[in-house]
């Protein structure tokens, strides 16, 4: 079965920062990667589906990029709104599986 | 406005059983492929279960097959999954989420319901 593999687990930046979080697939799945944003107390929200299509109402400072086995989210200015964890799904496939998230928390 | 309401989470004894039922609103049901997401307290998301829009075809993670069946009625816009022999490792929060239409096939999750705890303890 393929894994999915976030890096890193947890990390704090600035108000400003651009921030990257890097899924790793242990074989290749295409551009099928969707990543989710869930605030504490929240339940999950979908930002990005295809590795790189922005959902619809998403701020564009979130990004996403990759294909085949390394997948990036990109926040190119990190607000405090977006304190939360960061999930990577890929999909497409008999297995929806999640990878193991990011904690992102401001400095 | 899309709403999906989970019910029948609770307390259960290991080996147990429980139905968990999600009433779905606010978009034609039978067009969308459904899932159960589930999150133990404090720890990341992990995929429980998904079916197609008619029900036809249905998935489940290794770590509840054989255990739990998921299953839908278009006339009632309803989702369930039937968890049996159910374990520790089971206490979890459920989500039900619809899936969004992307591709054919298993697609990310664009509306989540707010969740339905379930505690699997002696």
């Known amino acids: 079965d393929i894994q999915m593999t976030q890096s890193p687990s947890s990390l704090s930046a600035s108000v400003g920062d651009r921030v990257t979080i890097t899924c790793r697939a242990s074989?290749?799945?295409?551009?099928?990667l969707a990543w989710y944003q869930q605030k504490p107390g929240e339940v999950p929200k979908l930002l990005i589906y295809?590795?790189?299509t922005l959902r619809s109402g998403v701020p564009s400072r979130f990004s996403g990029s990759g294909s085949g086995t390394d997948f990036t989210l990109t926040i190119s200015s990190l607000q405090p709104e977006d304190v939360a964890t960061y999930y990577c799904q890929r999909y497409n496939s008999a297995s929806l599986t999640f990878g193991g998230g990011t904690k992102v928390e401001i400095k | 406005e899309v709403q999906l309401l989970e019910s029948g989470g609770g307390l259960v004894q290991p080996g147990g059983s429980l139905r968990l039922s999600c009433a779905a609103s606010g978009f034609t049901f039978s067009s969308y492929g459904m899932t159960w997401v589930r999150q133990a307290p404090g720890k990341g998301l992990e995929w429980v279960s998904a079916?197609?829009?008619?029900?036809?075809?249905?998935y489940y993670a290794d770590s509840v097959k054989g255990r739990f069946t998921i299953s839908r009625d278009n006339s009632k816009n309803t989702l369930y999954v039937q968890m049996n022999s159910l374990r520790a490792e089971d206490t979890a929060v459920y989500y039900c989420a619809k899936q969004e239409m992307i591709i054919r096939g298993l697609n990310p999750f664009d509306y989540w319901g707010q969740g339905t705890l379930v505690t699997v303890s002696s």
């Open positions: 079916i197609s829009g008619s029900g036809g075809t249905t």
């Open positions: 074989q290749g799945i295409s551009n099928y």
């Open positions: 295809a590795a790189s």
